[in-house]
């Protein structure tokens, strides 16, 4: 059993920068492969950004591409989500999980989920 904890949202202007970070718990975190998902209000739980066990696969929505950075740290049992140059159609709920079985991109794929936190970017 994982447990996924999120941190890190909250409201910052267009063209700011938030930090999201989950703290898992279990000690077969550093095995995991880990993945960011978020869900605005009317609408689907869409991929963000996905990273494997060995931190060396990284994988990104395009919508994200080269302004969202995910990294984990495999020592303290935490991935986080760098996110850049916000825009308005970023707010959403995001959602950690673990570990994707056939796909990262598909949220259908995750085990685990933890509770979200909500990102509000203002225009």
């Known amino acids: 059993q994982v447990q996924l904890v999120e941190s890190g949202g909250g409201l910052v202007q267009a063209g700011g920068s938030l930090r999201l970070s989950c703290a898992a718990s279990g000690r077969t975190f550093r095995s995991y492969s880990m993945g960011w998902f978020r869900q605005a209000p009317g609408k689907e739980r869409e991929f963000v950004a996905a990273i494997s066990w060995t931190g060396g696969n990284t994988y990104y929505a395009n919508s994200v591409k080269g302004r969202f950075t995910i990294s984990r740290d495999n020592a303290k049992n935490t991935v986080s989500l760098q996110m850049n140059s916000l825009k308005p159609e970023d707010t959403a709920v995001y959602y950690c999980?673990?570990?994707?079985?056939?796909?990262?991109?598909?949220?259908?794929?995750?085990?685990?989920w933890g509770q979200g936190t909500q990102v509000t970017v203002s225009s």
């Open positions: 999980a673990a570990p994707w079985g056939d796909s990262p991109f598909r949220a259908e794929s995750y085990d685990y």
